[in-house]
């Protein structure tokens, strides 16, 4: 269970107390306010603030491009036109206030990306609960035998048994000697600031993560895209589920140009030009390596 | 006059509606939304939105410090106890979005402060305004005499008077010369992008800035200082007042710690601590250059 | 002439000299170390220094992927790797700092490249020299009809001619009134933080620029790009040429993937594959907007 | 032993072989290039390349001020009044970048100083070797009774000695199980990015980290501060070591006015006058609160 019941009266409380603002407001975004959507086995994702909506990108752009922009019929067609042309900066002008409960090794992962803000839990100053993120069983996959990062299919047989006794047993160990060590029963007990080197990876942590709209949707692109690891995949799955509701026209925007897009090379777009004028190009004639050629087929859907 | 009608109708408007959210709310704040607050004789600063409130700084600390952070009896002396040990991190929780129009120069050393997102007007792409920033007599001050960079006094007789004639004059017919450049009438007119080389520095702008808290800060006390230049400082001072009624407990604390504070070298606390001894300290005994000496009898009020 | 007899003269001192280091050489890079390269009527681009080379970047990937690396045949290889997988740290490992002389409209964009150090001359310090950008006449150049923010054909007939003699005319006329506003012969002379407001934007300035291979590379795409401006692109070409000795298989993959490459939406990429399916797909057929098809179709080579 | 064999001849190899170069070269800093310094029982720091030197700092400064730096009559005061006067842009100017080889909970510390270049060992793609960091038995200490966030004696009795013993069981026991369960000897063998999550925080992770020399200030201000973790700190202190020998001018600036330095809030400046002028100040007639109050005498010595 991701959240205490103190928690969660306290999540009540607050939606049960709408105050007035002059602010923009997004009505698909205040419904998933406070709301801590489940993601793993005890980690959540919710939206503690948000700033801004589709018409605050809009109207950043329009103090750029001043009048020119009024020609642009309309707000979506306005989003698109920025997000074709890489015009970022309109799109930070909305920022988002995660509160985020996730494994260390994720996020470990997901605190390289530096352009955010980050509150994180202090295993320095406070006792971390007894929370380990164990994987349900056709998660636990085999290392992949074609790319040297990543996953292959799920174990089978006892293996995948052995894997997650292992697991369970090694964390409730190093947790029972995290107490142990800090424990001031009848001893000093250990800083807490070394006892926590005693802890693995996939022990829960939290933290406020707050990010404009650009960096969110870079951080989306590479962390919801097929080749990112699934136990961060499925934080990047859930907060796409909820900026699709904050701002759904840049949402679609990101989804057409980014998430289901793909840059090709000069030399892919050579092949491309050739083949449309009826060439039948090879790997060989590409002038690609094996790696490109392959990446390239799978733009072209063969 | 800073804004024009429609400008203002639109401001009536979105102030005449509010509308109701979850979000963490700054009464404060409410009543400075959208209100476009005159800085020099052509510029505003305006707060076009915002996210959170000094209860959100106490928030994100209370993530990072778990439980014992409840032991501080309150969120203000809570607020205090993290500016003066530079925690920094619960400060960027808060963000601020402000539209400023200020002269092209004071926006050349604003955007020195990098980490903030700015959508600026773009003179590439639309018509620049007439309008041109001439000082008030009071302001068109002397070259500092002690200070290569400052300025003195008021400039005295008919000095001021023909430095403003200049000002008004070569503004006006940089301008003239702007539109008969980009005029299509009777001829193909100069593209946008050069016509506004002829342009000078006092010429206004305007642009979206959007900051965090803790960056706002930084800037605030670089630019609200007494040393900042007049025309920049007046837009700090006009911010530092918003702020204020936005997260009174911050600004008391920034006030206490940053804008009235002052850094002591390891030298200066010890001619602090000899001093206190009963020692005379002098600048030849202090070790301190000529500059340093100056500046820490300033500190100790002498 | 960009440089002073004295400023030359300390180049050639410094290029006179070289010594001894352990660090990583690039042989390409030091053929230009110091030289100023021309740019414009008064500007000039020279590298002050640079950190790393096309084997600091791999090196810094081997620590990454470790002994997975290896595998890789070659150094260009791996580069070509991380560039197509927008692994961007490992270019982030290279370094480049300049000295750019440029005209302040044309630092105004640059700066809005806010991840590099810049120490840029001081107007408020120190006084400006008399230089300005006055275009070459075949830069003198119409608004473009088709696209607000650019411009189309030179101009005809005595239009151009106009243009220049305006351009000269108000520089120096604005130069003289700064200098007579300043001057402290018979007068107090006014403070230069005040003084330079009445200098157009085609006055010249001069930073330091330093910035990491990888925002470089950012910087490049977009300012060396067709679409960017005249005045600013003749800097990145400039820049591009340097590079492209300083880090030859980065520059190259750079070219292949970014500056030749293209990003297709989904629905472009749907596109291309019914095409090469046979169907004939047309802007009404393709689901896109005007200003989509006109650019995907600039992709195929139509 | 931080380093193979293999790595050790490699770096021979690279110090036996210096090769002519013309840019600014800082004799201190080549005696250091790439010599790994023991920190804790397996860590190290080590310098793989640098730019700039304090010749740079005032290059650069010189740029900004123009003239009127050459009053200053030497490089060391100017840096002096550049560290007073918080001018931090030629600073930024240099460019260090560093290979470090640390324990997890460290590194999770020190990634938190965002403004930074970083490419890590990727467990995801490759395997950890079995090195833990098990504290030196006087590094054992005890939960701090007046600091939450800190550590107090070192244990007595057998309690250190019981700590050790479960920090270095748990450690062979978490590492024999991470291999067994990646292990394709006789089964399919667990995905890496899985099997790190067995692994407890005190293993060694490896970086190049790459920070120019302002923010590096910042970050040894806070990490080689008496209140900073003891692990984190010998890392801080051994890249003050190596700065010292890099920049001496600057290392020298940093350690007056910022290590040995301290900021008073106008309350404190208030007190110290009142105190100069033969007041006996007392806690309750300060304004302050207990922890202000405390910190407070601590900076005068008392």
């Known amino acids: 269970m991701p959240l205490s019941p103190e928690q969660q009266a306290e999540i009540d409380a607050l939606r049960a107390s709408p105050r007035p603002t002059l602010r923009a407001v997004s009505d698909g975004m205040e ?3 406070y709301t801590a959507y489940p993601v793993l086995d005890h980690g959540f994702v919710r939206v ?8 605050a ?5 329009r103090v750029s491009y001043g009048k020119g922009t009024k020609a642009v019929s309309n707000d979506a067609g ?4 920025l997000m074709r042309h890489w015009h970022s900066t309109p799109f930070e002008m909305c920022e988002i206030k995660l509160h985020v409960k996730l494994p260390v090794f994720v996020a470990r992962q997901w605190i390289r990306h530096r352009t955010a803000n980050v509150n994180e839990y202090s295993a320095r100053y406070s006792i971390l609960d007894r929370e380990f993120y164990i994987p349900a069983p056709e998660h636990v996959a085999a290392q992949s035998t074609v790319n040297n990062q990543g996953r292959g299919a799920a174990l089978e047989g006892d293996e995948a048994a052995r894997v997650l006794e292992i697991l369970k047993a090694d964390s409730a160990r190093a947790y029972d000697n995290y107490e142990a060590m800090i424990s001031q029963d009848g001893q000093q007990g250990l800083a807490r600031e070394l006892a926590r080197m005693n802890l693995p990876a996939n022990i829960y942590t939290q933290w406020y993560w707050k990010v404009d709209l650009h960096n969110l949707f870079h951080f989306l692109r590479l962390r919801a895209d097929a080749h990112a690891q699934y136990e961060i995949r499925v934080y990047a799955d859930e907060i796409c589920r909820i900026v699709a509701d904050w701002v759904p026209a840049a949402y679609s925007a990101f989804e057409d140009y ?3 897009g793909a840059t090709l090379s000069s030399k892919a777009i050579d092949c491309v030009r050739r083949m449309l004028k009826g060439e039948e190009v090879t790997e060989e004639t590409s002038g690609m390596s094996k790696g490109e050629w392959r990446e390239f087929m799978g733009v072209l859907g063969e």
Request: glycine share 8%.
């Open 78 to 81: 306005l989003i698109r036109y």
């Open 48 to 55: 503690i603030d948000y700033m801004g909506d589709d018409a």
């Open 57 to 61: 990108i809009c109207q950043a752009a």
């Open 258 to 260: 980014r998430m289901g």
């Open 31 to 33: 419904r998933h306010l």
